[in-house]
């Protein structure tokens, strides 16, 4: 056992704010707004709300308890917390997913932690004067060496290098000033700062208007209504070779949509038509959609809370610490992220300009030209992209505490020794994803097959071992001590039978979509993008970006294969 | 935006926001938090680890 024992969080304020930092990232302001507009607003936040009650809560309150318990024994790390709970020799390998996913998304989180933190300098120095997206577009491409190999190594101020370096440097700095002195201290300074600059930025777009008269319905209402509309009225066209009816684009103005109307009576090619609540609710993808805006967002399955909870004492309150860290994560997410985003860049590019762009279409194309034609832009780009920096610092550091744990505790060495190592690791895998920079492939890959799929598997792990190995009863007791209000006795049920089918389930559709590409509305098949970079069409980048993975997983492997601690364990529990 | 519209962002918004009030609340009242503070570094492991 690791003598990182000793450490542990200053005050239960610190330790909610450290894991609410955690979870708040570049998802709630960028990824949540894109998603809840293209599943049509209320029809998205009834499965986000359904997927948070049976997914996200459950498995908080489980990794928090079971990394309060392991953290007793004297484990910090998924592995050996895993080993402890299960005596099983195989979960102590299987707990290396829990190691993995924090260290590999750590290595290509830090470069878009750069690209925010260079965003917002550049914001401040007036090297951000957009009229078009298409400027923007250009921007983003060179700043972070979209086009070819190699170009993102550049230290100039628009290039993305020299940030890389610059937040490379603080979050070792934090993390080397352990749990309470780094990371509990910065997140207590961080989160506050985050929602006032957010509550700043929030006022400004409530207040837009219409700022062009002659486009008027590019408005903050209209921008509200493309987020949160629970009617989607969309405008389909007849292809004329197969007869299909093939979507055009949303409407959301009042009077556009009345236009629109009448033009579709009028032409037999042409049809309004309006999506409700009900249809919208039986596509599975929706689902998919909302369950995995819950995990990325609450950073459950991640190893993160698991590693955070166990440096807590044995009659410190979890549940209500958890669920404080979580609805700090939602507020964030809903109320802040869920009215600045899109309102903003509706108001300035209307409906058709912002439809379909992804997280970094929205946050890096789409936003700083916003910003650049907004009064006072510099000033509020700066403070958003200031304010994405902040949120994206809090989520990597807490991407690093767990590797540094597992090195502390399967290596027993100190925490100097075990940040210098995992420095080395992470220095060669970040810079791996800042030289294969082109079309983002190797950051692409690795969230793909760790910051995607290898989360629902962990997530899967640990609501199996709460509620089936160390049991429902015994986890709700472990959960309760200390505790300040208690879990309702409904989750027990949710927690054993509903959290693992949910979760099978929507893993099961995951996978169809994603990874065999079956579309589940038409029953079509195209292999993803991300199977054919590897089997069909593969592509040398993205099988690096694997291997790398796979490096990494086996020398975690090996590491734990020479811990006798774990093995203590299971001769103790076998005698 | 629709009058469902602003329904759906009303209840949405309001409670994350309701949630987060009486999480905050309840950890602030809690009175017993002092029983729970550890201290700064205790024993901060680098200076326990014979590496100075």
């Known amino acids: 056992m690791s003598d990182s024992k000793k450490e542990s969080w200053n005050s239960r304020a610190g330790v909610i704010l450290a894991v609410a930092g955690s979870a708040v990232g570049l998802g709630n302001f960028l990824r949540f707004p894109g998603q809840a507009a293209e599943y049509g607003g209320g029809a998205f936040m009834v499965a986000y709300f359904v997927a948070f009650i049976l997914i996200g809560l459950p498995i908080c309150w489980a990794e928090w308890t079971m990394g309060r318990f392991g953290g007793q024994a004297g484990f910090n790390s998924a592995p050996g917390i895993f080993n402890y709970i299960t005596r099983r020799p195989a979960f102590k390998y299987l707990g290396v997913i829990g190691v993995l996913i924090p260290v590999i998304i750590y290595m290509y989180y830090v470069y878009i932690e750069a690209w925010c933190l260079g965003y917002a300098v550049n914001f401040l120095t007036g090297n951000m004067d957009f009229s078009t997206v298409e400027e923007s577009s250009d921007f983003w491409g060179g700043f972070i060496g979209i086009g070819e190999d190699g170009s993102a190594l550049g230290f100039g101020l628009q290039q993305v290098g020299f940030y ?88 959301v103005d009042a009077e556009k949509l009345a236009a629109e109307t009448s033009l579709a009576e009028a ?63 939602e507020f964030c997410e809903v109320a802040l992220g869920g009215l600045i985003t899109l309102p903003a860049a509706v108001t300035f590019l209307g409906v058709a300009g912002v439809a379909g762009m992804g ?83 190797a950051l692409d890959t690795m969230d793909f097959w760790v910051g995607t799929f290898l989360i629902f598997v962990l997530s899967t792990i640990q609501i199996i071992i709460f509620g089936w190995i160390l049991g429902i009863e015994k986890g709700f007791e472990l959960a309760h001590e200390g505790a300040a209000v208690r879990i309702p006795r409904v989750f027990k049920f949710i927690m054993k039978y509903v959290s693992p089918l949910f979760l099978l389930i929507i893993f099961s559709l995951w996978v169809a979509a994603n990874v065999f590409g079956i579309n589940l ?25 694997v291997c790398l993975i796979g490096a990494v997983a086996a020398l975690f492997v090996f590491i734990i294969g020479q811990n006798p601690d774990y093995k203590k364990y299971q001769q103790e529990d076998q005698t | ?34 029983k729970h503070i550890h201290g700064f570094e205790q024993e901060p492991p680098d200076t326990k680890t014979g590496d100075e």
């Open chain 1, 521 to 545: 509305r038409t029953g079509e098949t195209e292999y993803s993008a991300y199977v054919r970079d590897l089997f069909i069409e593969p592509n040398t980048v993205a099988w690096l970006s």
């Open chain 1, 164 to 251: 890389m370096l610059l937040v490379f440097a603080l979050n070792f700095f934090l993390i080397y000033r352990g749990i309470s002195r780094g990371i509990e201290l910065f997140c207590k300074y961080a989160m506050p700062t985050l929602v006032v600059l957010a509550f700043i930025i929030l006022l400004r777009v409530l207040t837009l208007g219409t700022p062009d008269p002659s486009m008027p319905e590019r408005n903050v209402s209209n921008g509200l209504g493309f987020m949160w509309n629970p009617i989607k009225n969309v405008v389909e066209v007849k292809d004329a070779e197969t007869g299909k009816w093939v979507v055009d684009h949303e409407t």
């Open chain 2, 1 to 34: 935006m629709t009058a469902l519209g602003w329904l759906i962002m009303l209840l949405s918004v309001g409670t994350v926001t309701a949630l987060l009030i009486w999480c905050i609340y309840m950890v602030l009242t809690i009175p017993d938090e002092t």
């Open chain 1, 267 to 329: 032409d037999e090619n042409i049809r309004v038509r309006h999506i409700g609540m009900i249809e919208q609710l039986f596509n599975p993808q929706l689902w998919l959609a909302a369950a995995g805006q819950i995990f990325f967002s609450l950073s459950v399955g991640f190893g993160v809370i698991i590693t955070y909870s166990s440096y807590l004492a044995k009659d410190d309150d979890i549940v209500l610490s958890g669920l404080s860290a979580t609805s700090a994560n």
């Open chain 1, 359 to 441: 997280t970094f279409g929205l946050g890096f194309n789409v936003l700083p030209m916003v910003f650049a034609n907004m009064p006072l832009g510099e000033l509020f780009g700066f403070l958003f992209f200031f304010l994405l920096f902040l949120a994206a610092v809090t989520s990597s550091l807490s991407m690093l505490q767990p590797g540094i744990a597992f090195l502390e505790e399967a290596l027993k060495i100190n925490r100097k020794q075990s940040v210098a190592l995992l420095g080395l690791i992470t220095t060669l895998g970040a810079g791996f994803v800042l030289y294969f920079s082109q079309d983002v492939k």
